[in-house]
Structure formats: structure tokens, C-alpha cells
T-cell receptor, first 111, second 117 residues
Framework: GNSVTQMEGPVTLSEEAFLTINCTYT??????LFWYVQYPGEGLQLLLK?????DKGSNKGFEATYRKETTSFHLEKGSVQVSDSAVYFC??????????FGDGTTLTVKP | DAGVIQSPRHEVTEMGQEVTLRCKPI?????LFWYRQTMMRGLELLIY????????DSGMPEDRFSAKMPNASFSTLKIQPSEPRDSAVYFC???????????????FGDGTRLSIL
């Protein structure tokens, strides 16, 4: 079956530090890959996506590249801000209708 | 555009009472999902619908839980009788994804925070 494995948290960084959150997946077929972000008291919201190998998704300074050869979709940001503190979820879709989510990684950015 | 709308936002009730959570998906979305989120178990898919028909309810924890989707714009998740271990945040999400098109994300509501005393 499909699965998503995320880097375990929590992750604590100082403002302006470089962020990487690792995500690897197992899937049949050719999935689409997503990163969602969840701020306190809110639902998950799409951060970025990539739908085929070598695609790069980007949004709000975050980037992730779909690497088919390593089955990975690592999230990166060059300089984090306090406002980036949230829980980040990696996910994949196949044609089966539902998504498979990772366990989430909590990021705290300190001033 | 209106997003996914859930009600109530907060619910506090006593053990044994019936609880009904409501969801209005985004118009035109043909998939609807119910999730439960807790610190211990993380995000769990309970059930999902396609075109108002339940497709997979294997995540529903027990017979006390039931979900319906009487039309394309409304769904309910009911717990009867409720127990303290049902305390969690329940999310509804919808997606325009259709068969053969996997590149659409899910759109989540802001959740219902349920506390069973």
C-alpha cells in the first residue's frame, strides 16, 4: 500500500535559519505529492504541490522537488520566520481518490 | 470563495450524549472526507464519500460512529453514545479530484473541537 514517512519532530530553529523537513514515500503508480501546513486552531491548507517527476513546487519561500529516483519530496526554506511556526504534513495522491498523509512535523521558530 | 464550512467549532458535552458534527463542502467538489486528529494518534481518516456515496469507512472506530451525505452540499458525522476517548478535533475536507486525476489537493475546514466530559 501507499505510505509517507516524514522526518520526526519537533524541529526548533532560530529565525533566518535554513529549514529542511525530509519526506519519503512508497506508492504504486505515479502519485502527486503535496505539502500542507497547519497553523494552531486551523485546518490543514495546501502549501505546495508537484504532480510529476522533477517538478518543483514553491510557495511563500518554501520549495520541494519531486525526486522519483529517491522517492522523496523534501521541504526547504532558505530563511525561516517566526510566522512559519506550524505543523507540516507531507502527502500523496494516487488515482484511488484519497490521500495518504505523513505524521506531521512540528516546527517552532524562535526570534 | 467560501471554503469548507464546519459546525459547531466547539462542542462540550457529557458522556453518553449524542453528538452531531456538520460539514458543507466546497460547491462542485465530488469527494468529501472526515478526519479525526489527536495528539496520540495524529490525523486519521474516518470515512470518505464520492458523489455522496460512502467509499471507504474502514477508519470509523466503532459502531457508535456513523456518517451520512444526503446531498452534495451537506454531510454529518454522528457519535452515539459519546465517550471521553472520542475527544478530538474532527475535520471535514473536500476535493474536486475525480477518477484518473490525482493532482487536486484536499481543502480542509477549520474543524470541530469536541470535548466529552
Amino acid at each position: 500500500g501507499n505510505s509517507v514517512t516524514q522526518m520526526e519532530g519537533p524541529v526548533t530553529l532560530s529565525e533566518e535559519a535554513f529549514l529542511t523537513i525530509n519526506c519519503t514515500y512508497t506508492a504504486t503508480g505515479y502519485p502527486s505529492l503535496f505539502w500542507y501546513v497547519q497553523y494552531p486552531g486551523e485546518g490543514l491548507q495546501l502549501l505546495l504541490k508537484a504532480t510529476k517527476a522533477d517538478d518543483k513546487g514553491s510557495n511563500k519561500g518554501f520549495e520541494a522537488t519531486y525526486r522519483k529516483e529517491t522517492t522523496s519530496f523534501h521541504l526547504e526554506k532558505g530563511s525561516v520566520q517566526v510566522s512559519d511556526s506550524a505543523v507540516y504534513f507531507c502527502a500523496l495522491n494516487t488515482n484511488a481518490g484519497k490521500s495518504t498523509f505523513g505524521d506531521g512535523t512540528t516546527l517552532t521558530v524562535k526570534p | 470563495d467560501a471554503g469548507v464550512i464546519q459546525s459547531p467549532r466547539h462542542e462540550v458535552t457529557e458522556m453518553g450524549q449524542e453528538v452531531t458534527l456538520r460539514c458543507k463542502p466546497i460547491s462542485g467538489h465530488d469527494y468529501l472526507f472526515w478526519y479525526r486528529q489527536t495528539m496520540m494518534r495524529g490525523l486519521e481518516l474516518l470515512i470518505y464519500f464520492n458523489n455522496n456515496v460512502p467509499i471507504d469507512d474502514s477508519g470509523m472506530p466503532e459502531d457508535r460512529f456513523s456518517a451520512k451525505m444526503p446531498n452534495a452540499s451537506f454531510s454529518t458525522l454522528k457519535i452515539q453514545p459519546s465517550e471521553p476517548r472520542d475527544s478530538a478535533v474532527y475535520f471535514c475536507a473536500s476535493s474536486p479530484q475525480s477518477a484518473g486525476n490525482s493532482n487536486q489537493p484536499q481543502h480542509f475546514g477549520d474543524g470541530t473541537r469536541l470535548s466529552i466530559l
